[in-house]
């Protein structure tokens, strides 16, 4: 007997199952599954017809993630995957197998990394039906409905499909102009409460379109598209449920190409403001600051940050050649005011970082140390990159690879995560392949000796000798190869540049015997092991910076350099103080340590903004002496996460510590008994 229940009527719906492989640990929400969902449901037809289900899989599950979801499903009518480059391999893996087990089900894939790509997509998986071209909601709804009549794919446009053996692409599909025709996946009931309470990251867009042409990036390169907003009204409906469910400490990741470059995102940043309070919760805003920093990106950051609601802000350069950027198409993005910005930003105690690709044409490598030092000089905070060729962009192109000489090399973005492989440029007409690798190896340097280990130190050299911050890094990473007396400490730098040469010699096992269990985040592990091996314990750590120290300031005496070993001794006790806040995250231990600065050297790192500058050092005395330890909360800090968030610019040790400055030799107890 057939069942007229609810029950009966829904199990007769078509199964479509929607995929997405995440990078991101903990998050179960996709915003590009939940649009084509709630586009589709809000269709009637199809909302009658199909039930869509979706599937959002950490890519670190690997085979086990493909399998557990094949084993969890019954024959569906559809799988669509949206498909990045760090997710190919195992979203090809997994259309490949629906189609072994299911050979009647509709295989549909899209995405930035697939777009336009039909040829090689199907050279490379015949077993996908449909690829989808750009923007894919109005596009896979109407895909859906010509499957379920069993109609004429050709009168559906943006999309490749196979035909007789052949693969027959339709005229392009026009941009989506009015954004209300994309259904909210969150004002609908697409997404349960619990789903969003969930999941650590949401990824949320207030407009769609980017102004800019840059040849490296898809958003820009390929699209150049005009900014095309949601209605204001539904993104206030929208935030008031996700800050309202999200758990405290999650990120509310603004997946927009320059947030900051439409007026109306004052109100935005104030409206979220405004819930935060009114929920009394906890988040992370980041987003993609608009390229051309101006004044309402410096209101609403210090807006945001005064509600420690974000944490570094982005000051997007790549470069700061002026050839370098005219063939990557930057040079309508000014970089002349880069210090004003910063200057602003620093004032308003608001970090940032600023982002640099190290491998664009043009680029040298005296030219890269160029850059990296004009932000280090600037008091700012260099994060950088490699460089991806990514599809559909300038750079991909065959004759722009011809005419700059590129080498590509399809592996892993970051040698110490197998799993993000992606086509990495390694040389070109301007840098050699060993280059490139000193290039890699530098950035570990300049990140665990500036940012980190001997920021104050380095300050008051370059101050007081002239000797650029980045030969200072450069020497340092000499100092750890060579003469570093930490065996450990020797075979991890040295592997960076082996494994950025061949990635199959990355030394796992070293790094394991090195790092043990610490890793949460699989990234850059070079550096999380050297940071922990250096930090141990407060003797590791005096014994190590100290030889280092000295063994810079001997090489500097030597080639002519007049060293003011009190001023760069003092500062060196500050910056071994700043480790106890590494060994609270590294073994959940609170410690207190005790600094003395030459008050001249305290006065050159609050004006590079190395140290706070609200702290108040009396003024009086020759030197400037204090404590310093780590807030409470950072024994529940992993280090692996901190590591990485001073990697990445948002953390900061020096800032990060409790300060208390002494004008004498006594002083109250500053930790709990």
Same mark, same amino acid.
């Given at each position: ?92 893996? &997994? ?7 299911? +050979? ?11 777009? =336009? ?9 015949? !077993? ?9 909601? &109005? ?17 559906? +446009? @943006? ?28 004002? /609908? ?19 769609? @379109? ?79 600051? #608009? ?25 997007? #350069? ?16 000014? /970089? ?34 160029? @850059? ?31 005419? =700059? ?21 390694? #040389? ?10 000193? @290039? ?51 075979a991890v730098a040295r592997n960076v540049a082996a494994a950025h040469r061949e990635p199959a010699d990355l030394d796992a096992a070293l ?12 990234? %850059?592990?070079?550096?999380? #092991? ?7 314990? %407060?003797?590791?750590?005096?014994? &190590? ?15 002519? =350099? ?26 959940? %231990?609170?410690?207190?340590? %005790? ?51 001073? !990697? ?26």
């Amino acid at each position: 007997m057939t069942s007229t229940s609810p029950a009966g009527a829904a199990a007769k719906k078509k199964t479509v199952q929607l995929v997405e492989f995440t990078a991101m640990h903990g998050v179960r929400y996709s915003v590009t599954l939940g649009y084509l969902k709630a586009t589709s449901v809000a269709d009637p037809v199809l909302d009658e017809a199909c039930e869509f289900r979706i599937n959002v899989r950490e890519q670190s599950g690997g085979e086990r993630a493909v399998t557990e979801l094949l084993d969890s499903w019954d024959e569906p009518f559809a799988v669509a995957l949206t498909v990045f480059f760090w997710n190919r391999a195992q979203s090809l893996e &997994l259309a490949r197998r629906v189609k072994e087990r299911w +050979p009647d089900c509709r295989v549909v894939l899209g995405g930035n990394d697939v777009s =336009h790509q039909q040829d090689p997509l199907f050279a490379e998986a015949p !077993w996908v039906d449909v690829l989808v071209h750009g923007e894919g909601e &109005l596009r896979f709804r109407d895909l859906v409905r010509c499957f379920l009549a069993g109609g004429d794919l050709a009168g559906v +446009p @943006g999309i490749s499909y196979w035909s007789d053996g052949a693969v027959v692409t339709t005229a392009d599909a026009d941009r989506i102009t009015d954004l209300e025709q994309v259904v909210s996946p969150i004002l /609908t009931p697409v997404y349960s409460d619990e789903e969003i309470a969930g999941s650590s990251m949401i990824v949320y867009e207030t407009n769609r @379109g980017c102004p800019y042409k840059c040849a490296f990036c898809y958003w820009g390169g390929a699209t150049n598209s005009k900014v095309r907003q949601f209605d204001l009204d539904r993104i206030f409906g929208e935030l008031d449920r996700l800050v309202r469910l999200m758990p405290t400490d999650a990120t509310l990741f603004i997946a927009d190409a320059n947030f900051g470059i439409v007026a109306r995102d004052r109100q935005i940043a104030e409206r979220l403001v405004e819930l935060t309070r009114r929920y009394d919760k906890r988040l992370i805003i980041s987003t993609n600051w #608009a390229k051309n920093g101006n004044d309402r990106i410096v209101e609403i950051a210090g807006m945001l940050h005064a509600a420690e609601l974000t944490g570094a802000i982005t000051l997007s #350069a790549q470069s700061f050649d002026p050839d370098v950027l005219k063939i990557a198409n930057r040079a309508n993005i000014r /970089t002349d005011h880069y210090r004003r910005l910063l200057s602003r930003f620093r004032a308003l105690d608001v970090p940032t970082y600023t982002d640099l690709i190290w491998g664009l044409p043009g680029e040298t490598y005296d030219s890269y140390l160029a @850059g990296v030092e004009e932000v280090l000089t600037a008091g700012g905070s260099p994060v950088i990159y490699p460089l991806l060729l990514l599809n559909n962009t300038e750079y991909s192109r065959e004759s722009f690879q011809d005419e =700059h000489k590129l080498t590509a090399r399809r592996m892993p973005a970051d040698v110490t995560n197998p799993e993000l492989v992606a086509e990495v440029v390694v #040389a070109h007409g301007d840098m050699t392949a060993e280059e490139w690798v000193r @290039g890699m190896a530098f950035r570990v340097s300049m990140t665990l000796f500036q940012k980190i280990l001997l920021r104050c130190a380095l300050r008051v050299l370059h101050a007081t000798t002239g000797v650029r911050m980045v030969e200072l890094c450069e020497q340092l990473w000499s100092f750890l190869l060579e003469d570093c007396a930490d065996p450990f400490l020797r075979a991890v730098a040295r592997n960076v540049a082996a494994a950025h040469r061949e990635p199959a010699d990355l030394d796992a096992a070293l790094l394991r015997t090195v790092i043990g269990d610490r890793v949460v985040v699989p990234e %850059e592990v070079h550096f999380q #092991a050297l940071l922990c091996r250096a930090v141990g314990t %407060e003797r590791t750590t005096r014994d &190590l910076l100290t030889a280092a120290v000295g063994w810079l300031c001997d090489r500097l005496a030597a080639s002519g =350099h007049e060293i003011d070993r009190v001023l760069v001794d003092g500062a060196l006790t500050l910056d071994i103080a700043a480790t106890t806040i590494l060994r609270a995250s590294l073994r959940a %231990e609170l410690d207190e340590a %005790e600094f003395a600065v030459p008050r001249r050297a305290w006065e050159l790192l609050v004006e590079a903004g190395d140290v706070p500058s609200g702290l108040d050092a009396g003024g009086r005395g020759a030197t400037v002496r204090g404590t310093v330890w780590a807030p409470p909360r950072w024994v529940h800090y992993p280090i692996s996460v901190y590591a990485l968030s001073i !990697w990445h610019g948002t953390g900061r040790p020096l800032h990060d510590l409790l300060f208390a400055l002494s004008t004498g030799p006594a002083r109250k107890p500053l930790l709990p008994a």
